[in-house]
T-cell receptor, first 113, second 111 residues
């Protein structure tokens, strides 16, 4: 069983499109995160939810909208995709806030053309 | 907020030698310090972590040391093997907020 699974693994889309990435964790963790990893490998946190409540919202364009229907799921919807959105997006989860023991999903490589 | 810096950015070592990566952090309230290993095209994987009430922790060939006074912590890999080649990220957290990641170190083990 995959602990943190993301779908899709690869996503190629045109500028201006809207796309979603889904994430599910079966670890029973309370907190989930979205990170963006750019071409320079820097891991930057975007959002965090604790028990379905948004607790971290970094300086991210409002074209990005996370949704957590329950504590095991955290989805990311991106509107009006731009070239600069191309990156690898990682979902992660941890037992509680603060990122202690964070477990990462396998990543979604988004390419905007 | 917390600022974490890693040095050096790239480290090449001969197989069998030791590798040391050092990170510094800015927030004296940080109390949790993990290290992640990311192989090419894979997810970051937690390899070892340390809390601020401990000075050193070992797990087989990997160890982490923490100097709270100087606000730095280091990853030590002994008897390096080709499969140790990866990008290593350090991070710091106060435990009730976010993990702040360093920019990563590329470690290359030369056979």
């Amino acid at each position: 069983d995959t602990a943190v699974s993301q779908t899709p693994k690869y996503l190629v889309t045109q500028m201006g499109n809207d796309k979603s990435i889904k994430c599910e964790q079966n670890l029973g963790h309370d907190t989930m995160y979205w990170y963006k990893q750019d071409s320079k490998k820097f891991l930057k946190i975007m959002f965090s939810y604790n028990n379905k409540e948004l607790i971290i919202n970094e300086t991210v364009p409002n074209r990005f909208s996370p949704k957590s229907p329950d504590k095991a799921h955290l989805n990311l919807h991106i509107n009006s995709l731009e070239l600069g959105d191309s990156a690898v997006y990682f979902c992660a989860s941890s037992p509680s806030q603060g990122g202690v023991g964070s477990f990462f999903g396998q990543g979604t490589r988004l390419t905007v053309v | 907020g917390e600022n974490v810096e890693q040095h050096p950015s790239t480290l090449s070592v001969q197989e069998g030698d030791s590798a040391v990566i050092k990170c510094t952090y800015s927030d004296s309230a940080s109390n949790y310090f993990p290290w992640y290993k990311q192989e090419l095209g894979k997810r970051p994987q937690l390899i070892i972590d340390i809390r601020s009430n401990v000075g050193e922790k070992k797990d087989q060939r990997i160890a982490v040391t923490l100097n709270k006074t100087a606000k730095h912590f280091s990853l030590h890999i002994t008897e390096t093997q080709p499969e140790d080649s990866a990008v290593y990220f350090c991070a710091a957290s106060t435990g009730n907020n976010r993990l702040a990641f360093g920019k990563g170190n590329q470690v290359v083990v030369i056979p």
